[in-house]
Structure formats: structure tokens, C-alpha cells
């Protein structure tokens, strides 16, 4: 199970990231439908690594290593896909979409061909950004919040979760102070 939504009927969206599909519970429990599939056709998905329900009951899709989007209509029918470019739009961990359609971004990922040994490159940002991005991402991310990051100090640790975030515990030297960011 990859990530779970409830929309405004309270029914209840799980995304089952092994068989890329989402499944729709009735707010009595009751398969209500399913959506997608294996596939690369349209209606179909490929490596769901999350998505969210709208309050219009759309649903925006991230797919095939999160270079992909693709938007259904309120019934699960295919409305259109967005393909993202690793080298300029970049992939894209989004963690919340807005009623109009513009995305909350926590990280911004893109390919430096100029520079293939570096591969994937972060935009050079001080802090931990959050951006807006407008739909039909034809716009530049604007920066929406900036967050001040602990300096590294001896006892910080660093891990990796899923969907390939990085996470980092550190501590303040006075000790009273511990923070998580993920």
C-alpha cells in the first residue's frame, strides 16, 4: 500500500503501488471501483509512487519513477498525462495538490547532461524549500516557504526512506533541541 486519500463522500482511495492500481472503499466498507492497472496506455500506470483526490473527486497521478503525472476525471476516467523531463522539468515530490490544480513540491530533482558523472543535480537552494508549481506546469516553481536547516553536527545521522527522500536527525549542541526532517 503506497498512500490512502478519503474524498468528500468519504469514501475511502488506497493506492496499491504493487499492481498500480487504486482501489475506492464505499464509507460501509464496499469496493466502490478500481482504477488503472499495469500498463502504459492511457488509464494505465506505471510505478505509482503516490496521488491525491481532489475535492471534485479528481485525481492527480505520479507514476514511472515520478516523471510522470497523469490526471483522471471524478469517475477514474483518463483525462490527460503530463510527462516530466529529467533534464528541464525535472522529477518532481510533490506533497499536496491545491483545489486549482497547482502542485505543493517539496523537491525538485533534475539530470545534468552537461555534466553525466554529477547525475542528478538538486537546485541550488539554501534551506529546505517548498515551491508551488501551476498547472499545466508551464510556469517556473515559485518559492512558497523556506526553511532553515540545522548545520551537520557530530551525533547527526542521515538515512534514506521511501520514494528516495533523504532524512537526517540532528541535534543542537546544547542538546535540548532535536529536530527530524524528512
Avoid at 2 to 8: E, K, L, N, R, T
Avoid at 87 to 106: K, R
Avoid at 146 to 155: D, M, Q, S, V
Amino acid at each position: 500500500m503506497g498512500s490512502v486519500h478519503f474524498d468528500a463522500e468519504s469514501n475511502l482511495h488506497i493506492l496499491d503501488n504493487q499492481s498500480d492500481q487504486i482501489f475506492v472503499a464505499g464509507p460501509d466498507g464496499s469496493l466502490v471501483r478500481a482504477l488503472g492497472g499495469p500498463g502504459e496506455g492511457p488509464g494505465e500506470f506505471n510505478g505509482v509512487t503516490s496521488f491525491f483526490v481532489a475535492r471534485d473527486g479528481t485525481y492527480t497521478v505520479f507514476g514511472n519513477g515520478d516523471r510522470r503525472i497523469d490526471l483522471l476525471e471524478s469517475g477514474g476516467d483518463f483525462a490527460r498525462r503530463i510527462d516530466l523531463d529529467p533534464a528541464t522539468t525535472g522529477m518532481i515530490l510533490t506533497e499536496a495538490v491545491f483545489p486549482d490544480g497547482s502542485l505543493l513540491i517539496s523537491q525538485i530533482v533534475r539530470f545534468d547532461w552537461n555534466n553525466v558523472a554529477a547525475g542528478f543535480v538538486l537546485p541550488e537552494e539554501e534551506g529546505r524549500p517548498l515551491w508551488i508549481l501551476p498547472f499545466p506546469l508551464d510556469g517556473d516553481p515559485e518559492t512558497m516557504y523556506h526553511a532553515w536547516e540545522l548545520p551537520e553536527t557530530e551525533g547527526s545521522c542521515r538515512g534514506s526512506l521511501r520514494r528516495g527522500r533523504s532524512c537526517s536527525t540532528r541535534a543542537v549542541p546544547s542538546s535540548r533541541l532535536s529536530t527530524s526532517m524528512c
